[in-house]
């Protein structure tokens, strides 16, 4: 092909593109000013795991915030807006709209992921982020539980460091039902099976601290038995030190040594 042909057709295949985006944009601007909103498609991304605000939680917000848009023109709706009002709710994480040139607007929410939850100076969960969020009105998360003296700064800090070590450990995530914060900031884990409390104290060095439960409950227990004990305390160091039930002498201290990949408890 001569050069003249070759720069021939180059630009008529240009013009013929740039007049196919020509006529689409007349074509379908002129068909989303007559374009009608019959529909409103509201999607929770993360149903199937939590469900702090519905469907029909979100139209009404849209309604009372006159931006429902059935009925409305395409061309008049501001997903923008639509947005901006589906943020402010505390529940929301990430409001998405689009609309379609059939007359669908797209609602897409992710809503905000609970850790934990709080009792004690205040009632509200802790998210996946780091931040405090309100107790939904209509739905629960099942999540753990921190109770008492628990502020939003421990809550935010080592007791989310805390209680993701927890959840992520089958085992801990399994046996601990609960955690209480008492007035002198000492923690104690309240099990789901046995009434036995047990002493954390401080969030120092928590790891190792359940991890000498750990062997207890593996090596220990299973030879001495641990329903009949009230109290089990992991505050001293190469040591645990367990209440019985009804007792009024000194607690027994059970001392945890390894030899040779086994435990051996012994009263001290």
């Given amino acids: 092909m001569k050069p003249i042909w070759k720069y021939i057709f180059i630009c008529f295949f240009a013009i013929l593109v740039i007049s196919y985006f020509v006529f689409s944009l007349w074509y379908f601007?002129?068909?989303?000013?007559?374009?009608?909103?019959?529909?409103?498609?509201?999607?929770?991304?993360?149903?199937?795991?939590?469900?702090?605000?519905?469907?029909?939680?979100?139209?009404?917000?849209?309604?009372?915030?006159?931006?429902?848009?059935?009925g409305k023109t395409i061309k008049f709706i501001r997903t923008e807006s639509?947005?901006?009002?589906?943020?402010?709710?505390?529940?929301?994480?990430?409001?998405?709209?689009?609309k379609t040139p059939?007359?669908?607007?797209?609602?897409?929410?992710?809503?905000?992921?609970?850790?934990?939850?709080?009792?004690?100076?205040?009632?509200?969960?802790?998210?996946?982020?780091?931040?405090?969020?309100p107790v939904s009105p209509?739905?629960?998360?099942?999540?753990?539980?921190?109770?008492?003296?628990v502020t939003v700064t421990m809550a935010t800090g080592r007791m989310f460091d805390f209680i993701t070590y927890i959840v992520d450990n089958p085992f801990w995530n399994a046996q601990i039902e609960q955690i209480y914060v008492r007035d002198d900031l000492k923690i104690e884990l309240i099990p789901?099976?046995?009434?036995?409390?047990?002493?954390?104290?401080?969030?120092?060095?928590?790891q190792s601290?359940?991890?000498?439960?750990?062997?207890?409950?593996?090596?220990?227990f299973s030879i001495i038995g641990w329903n009949k004990y009230k109290v089990i305390d992991l505050q001293y160091k190469d040591q645990i030190v367990c209440s019985k039930i009804g007792q009024q002498i000194a607690?027994?201290?059970?001392?945890?040594?390894?030899?040779?990949?086994?435990?051996?408890?012994?009263?001290l």
Avoid: W
Avoid at 82 to 98: F, G, R, S, T
Avoid at 110 to 127: A, H
Avoid at 213 to 219: H, I, M, R, V
């Fill in 251 to 267: 607690p027994t201290k059970v001392a945890i040594e390894e030899k040779k990949d086994s435990i051996i408890a012994s009263k």
């Fill in 192 to 206: 789901r099976v046995s009434d036995a409390v047990i002493v954390l104290g401080t969030l120092d060095n928590y």
């Fill in 82 to 98: 639509i947005e901006d009002i589906l943020h402010k709710n505390p529940m929301i994480k990430v409001a998405e709209c689009y």
């Fill in 138 to 149: 209509n739905y629960a998360a099942y999540v753990p539980v921190v109770s008492g003296r």
């Fill in 29 to 70: 601007s002129g068909r989303e000013k007559a374009t009608v909103c019959k529909n409103l498609e509201i999607i929770l991304a993360d149903s199937s795991n939590i469900q702090l605000i519905n469907q029909k939680d979100i139209a009404q917000i849209l309604e009372e915030n006159d931006l429902n848009p059935l």
């Fill in 102 to 133: 059939t007359g669908t607007v797209n609602v897409r929410i992710t809503q905000r992921c609970p850790k934990f939850r709080v009792v004690g100076l205040g009632s509200y969960y802790i998210d996946i982020d780091r931040k405090p969020m």
């Fill in 209 to 220: 601290k359940l991890e000498k439960l750990y062997k207890l409950y593996q090596k220990g």
